[in-house]
Structures are given as C-alpha cells and as structure tokens.
C-alpha cells in the first residue's frame, strides 16, 4: 500500500509504442503501487481515493524505471567491489593499482575486474609473472572486462591446482608458454578452476563468473549491484546467467525485503535437464521475481577475443581462434529442449556462425514443436549477416545487444578488422528488418546507464570520436528509446512496465533532461535524479538507497 501522490511540473513522457512525443498529459497519480490515471491536474486529483501528496517535477521529465534486458546483478556488483581495472592504459598500471590493495589489505586475496587487453597500450594481459609483482604471497585474480575469464599470479595458479597436467576443457582457454606451463590467462568454460572446491561449477555451459565467496560477500555484492542498477533508473531486469549462487541472492534479497526492482531470470543450461526433472514448463514466479527462461552460450567474447568469428579469424598469438562452447549437435538438443518444454532461450551468439547454428536450431524447434508466442532471443548478437537479421524477423527472435560496447571497443574493433569490425551490433539493420531494437548493460561489461546506451546506438560514436559502421546500422531516436523501455518490457512478456499507462505499475524515473527533445549529444550525459519502485521513491540522487521498509 503506498499513498497517493500526484506528480506534475515537468514533461511526463508516457513511452507509448507507436508516438512517443504524442500525449504529453499535465499529471499523473499514482496509488497503492499502480498509476491510477493520468491526464489534467484536476482530473487525477479526482481520481484519488485521498488527498494527494504532490511532487514538483520542477521541470524533470517523469518517465517510466527503465528496462535492461540483460544484466548481471550480483557480478556487477563484485566488480565494484573489487579494484576497478576498467580506465587503466598500461599493464604497469594495473600491477600499480592492485599493490595498493594488497598493501590495503594484507592477507586477503586481491580482486580486480576490468581490465581489457585491446585497450592497454601492451596489447596483451597481463601475465601471472607481472601479477607476482603485486604479491606472491596473495592470491591475485583479475576479470577481463567481458567477464569471460581472469588473468592469476603464480600464487592464485597454485592454489587452483592449474599446471602443465591441467587439461583444457572444451570451450575453454589456459594460455601456456612453450613448456605447456600455464601463464595466468583462464577464460571461459575453464573459469571452472577458480571457484574453489565448493564452488558453483558451470561447466561448458559458460563463463564460470563466481569466485570463492560465502553467503555475507554474496548479499552485500548483490546490494550494490542492485543499487548501482537503480541509481541508473532502471526498475525491471532481466538476469542473463542464474545458477544456484544467483539464484540464493535474488531470493535471500526478497525473503529481507531488500529486492528492490523486478527480476526476470534466465537460468544456465547446465540446469535444463534438473528443470525437465521439476516439470518447470511454464512460468513461474510473481511481479518482482519470475523464471523467465534458459540462458544458452554458443560461442566466447568479442571484447576478448574468444567469440567464433568465422572467416574473420582472430587474433594471432598467443590468443587462439575464437571457439564454440557446444558442438553444433549439442547446441541444438539444448534450444529444442528447452523450446519443447515451452521455456524461452537467450542463447550469446556473435559471430556469424554461431548465430547461425541458433537460428537453425530455432527455426528446427519451431518445426517440430509449433509454439507460437514463444520468443527466443540472441544475446549480444555482434555480427549477424543481412540474411541472418531476416531470419530473425521471419522467426520472430529477438537480439539483445549493448550498445555502449560499440563506443569503448569500436576502435580496437575497427582497428582490428577494419569497416567489418565497425558494424558490431547494427541496431539500424534490426530495425529496418522490423526486428525489435532492445538496449541493455551486460552490466558489468557496460556501467547501467539507459539514456547514454541509447545515445550509443543513435550516434554509434566510439571512444576516439569516430562513427563506426554505416549510418543505415544507426537506430532511430524512438527506437532507441523504447529500446530502453516498451521493447524489452515486451520481451520479458510486460505490458505492465516500460511505458506509463493507467493500472500499469509505478515505476518510475526522474531525469533532468527530457529525452525525446534534447539534443542527442545530452542524452549521453543524461542525469537520473530519482527512481521509484511500486509507487515509492527507492533511490534519489541526493539520499542514494531508501531505507528498506518493515513489514512491506
Ligand atoms: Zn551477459
């Protein structure tokens, strides 16, 4: 039960599919969570049940609490916790800001997350030999920016037991030096190794994102994750890898009442066959938290070098070909399994091979087993080729890109293969195709940040000020718009969030800048200066977090 309040005194952007500078109402209530009419003052004054409590925009646009697609709460929020790698230009650098840590924090394992090899002037990651630089008397472990791997001292190799005898496991990468001896790089389904004995273990179903943790660093991880993602004015989510780590965080979150948005889960395929097992063919959950669907992985990380990119080949020594985390076979068993039992897939796919053996896979399931209305997705979805975006809306799949990536590693991209490398992530070619334009963080890849992931894929402007691709891969100002809240609401199956609507929840963001008109250069440096949940205010600019409400 929240109380009345009426707000007006700025532009109220409803985000209605079809026009979104139409209907600019005076006001609008909200009641007992929900929007309960919208118009003139005095009309939603009337409609409600009690004297009102009124909120001056004072000249901020309302708009509904964004949605992002796919995200990563409680990996976004190790990473702010761990040493933040992510500015950093040289491999001296990184050892600079880890010793600082470890100097911090004798004893303790040292964390950093970020880093990225085609951004550092060394062009390489960093080795266990310069990571023995920060300590050898601590473990070190640093993600790569993707999150699809870490670069490890000497002392962190040891204690996971990774030497010369270490197999490498299918869809997984151990770099080593000429005598087999493994020199600190692990990536992808290797990732495995890092997470201890008791660890949550993945297999090759994905990047094993999880680190030896206990149940206190995993709630407080997941709080700021979650706070950084509401401070960014997003209300809605969906988390793109659940596995029992995950999944025990969501839930201890709500049991405290601390779940503070809506969480749509795709859970890891390594957990398909246990949810055939339960009979979990249909939706399940409630308005804050639901099983939504079975996150796949085709393929590795464009950012790191790990994706299949086909004829594009990458990336020289000592980095391999990028690789296929299943075998086409086992690839498609999985999508026709889950898409039998009535279960969504999001399957990351980048390069042009491996979004094609998931189309095939889709469009074979679909055959099989007619289900209509049962979307699938592409996560990410790098470098489809015009036939392949066809495909996609003729099968009515969805791709799930970030578009900011395309401004941080535009230029590494473009200067590694040229135009081709430039059109990642054409969000202009989906929305000429009539596929849906869905804008999302990956966060921790990208930092949450809606209006400026908009401002990414309008303007496809990289770091160093250049256009990558063509200007017909640049999406429309609406698009891009409701990309960050009507489209992948509708993806995740709401009519009831990502636009302001009567009986629609109260979702809601407060911006200093009204989207729809302002100059596109200022929606990338956009403010969010409140973000209500339910109809009450859980974050603002000026107080951070609300304080959790007992007995709600
Ligand atoms: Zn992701």
Same mark, same amino acid.
């Given at each position: 039960m929240t109380d009345p309040v009426v707000f007006q005194g700025g532009p109220i952007r409803l985000m209605q599919e079809d026009d979104l500078a139409a209907d600019m109402p005076d006001a609008l209530l909200v009641e007992d969570g929900l929007i309960r009419a919208i118009g003139t003052f005095d009309d939603v004054r009337r409609a409600a049940t009690g004297a009102p409590r009124q909120v001056d925009l004072d000249g901020r646009t309302l708009l509904p609490g964004f949605v992002d697609a796919h995200t990563h709460t409680l990996l976004h929020g190790s990473g702010l916790e761990w040493v933040d790698l992510s500015d950093v230009k040289t491999v001296d650098d990184i050892v600079d800001r880890l010793s600082r840590r470890a100097a911090e924090r004798p004893g303790s394992p040292v964390?950093?997350?970020?880093?990225?090899?085609?951004?550092?002037?060394?062009?390489?990651?960093?080795?266990?030999?310069?990571?023995?630089?920060?300590?050898?008397?601590?473990?070190?472990?640093?993600?790569?920016?993707?999150?699809?791997?870490?670069?490890?001292?000497?002392?962190?190799?040891?204690?996971?037991?990774?030497?010369?005898?270490?197999?490498?496991?299918?869809?997984?990468?151990?770099?080593? &030096? $000429?005598?087999? !001896?493994?020199? @600190? +790089?692990?990536?992808? *389904?290797a990732c495995d190794l890092l997470t201890g004995p008791e660890g949550v273990k993945v297999s090759n179903h994905g990047p094993n994102f999880h680190l030896p943790s206990n149940d206190d660093d995993v709630s407080r991880m997941f709080e700021l994750g979650q706070t950084s993602l509401l401070a960014a004015g997003i209300t809605t989510i969906c988390d793109a890898q659940v596995t029992e780590l995950e999944m025990a965080a969501y839930l201890q979150a709500r049991d405290?009442?601390?779940?503070?948005?809506?969480?749509?889960?795709?859970?890891?395929?390594?957990?398909?066959?246990?949810?055939?097992?339960?009979?979990?063919?249909?939706?399940?959950? &409630? $308005?804050?938290? !639901?099983?939504? @669907? +079975?996150?796949?992985? *085709?393929?590795?990380?464009?950012?790191?070098?790990?994706?299949?990119?086909?004829?594009?080949?990458?990336?020289?020594?000592?980095?391999?070909?990028?690789?296929?985390?299943?075998?086409?076979a086992e690839l498609q068993q999985l999508i026709t399994t889950a898409h039998a039992m009535g279960l969504r897939t999001g399957t990351h796919a980048q390069g042009d091979v491996p979004i094609g053996l998931v189309l095939d896979a889709i469009e074979r399931a679909r055959a099989t087993h007619p289900r209509p209305g049962?979307?699938?997705?592409?996560?990410?979805?790098?470098f489809p080729t015009d036939q392949q975006v066809g495909a996609m809306a003729r099968l009515g799949v969805v791709p799930v890109p970030q578009p900011m990536q395309v401004h941080l590693y535009g230029d590494s991209l473009i200067e590694e293969f040229g135009d081709w490398g430039g059109s990642f992530y054409p969000y202009g070619t989906f929305e000429q195709a009539g596929v849906p334009v869905v804008i999302s963080s990956d966060a921790p890849v990208t930092s949450p940040g809606p209006l400026r992931a908009a401002w990414a894929?309008?303007?496809?402007?990289?770091?160093?000020?250049?256009?990558?691709?063509?200007?017909?891969?640049?999406?429309?100002?609406?698009?891009?718009?409701?990309?960050?809240?009507?489209?992948?609401?509708?993806?995740?199956?709401?009519?009831?969030?990502?636009?302001?609507?009567?009986?629609?929840?109260?979702?809601?963001?407060?911006?200093?800048?009204?989207?729809?008109?302002?100059?596109?250069?200022?929606?990338?440096t956009a403010v969010v200066t409140e973000t209500w949940l339910a109809g009450s205010p859980v974050w603002s600019q000026t107080s951070g977090l609300a304080p959790v409400l007992t007995g709600s």
């Open positions: 964390h950093g997350y970020g880093y990225d090899q085609s951004l550092l002037q060394d062009r390489r990651h960093p080795s266990a030999r310069d990571l023995d630089r920060v300590t050898t008397t601590q473990r070190v472990q640093i993600q790569h920016a993707s999150g699809h791997g870490y670069a490890l001292n000497t002392n962190a190799l040891r204690d996971f037991g990774i030497t010369a005898q270490t197999p490498t496991p299918t869809g997984g990468r151990i770099d080593r &030096d $000429d005598r087999g !001896e493994p020199t @600190g +790089v692990v990536f992808d *389904a405290s009442g601390r779940l503070r948005m809506r969480a749509h889960l795709m859970l890891l395929s390594n957990k398909l066959e246990h949810l055939k097992a339960l009979g979990l063919t249909s939706r399940l959950g &409630d $308005d804050f938290l !639901e099983l939504y @669907g +079975v996150k796949v992985y *085709a393929d590795g990380s464009v950012i790191a070098r790990t994706a299949y990119l086909g004829a594009h080949g990458c990336c020289g020594d000592p980095t391999p070909s990028g690789y296929l985390y299943h075998e086409p049962l979307v699938h997705r592409i996560e990410h979805c790098g894929a309008i303007s496809r402007q990289t770091a160093a000020g250049d256009v990558a691709g063509s200007p017909r891969q640049q999406a429309s100002r609406p698009a891009a718009l409701r990309g960050i809240t009507a489209a992948p609401a509708k993806l995740l199956g709401r009519s009831d969030v990502g636009r302001l609507v009567a009986g629609g929840q109260a979702d809601l963001v407060l911006a200093d800048t009204d989207p729809v008109t302002c100059a596109l250069d200022d929606l990338a």
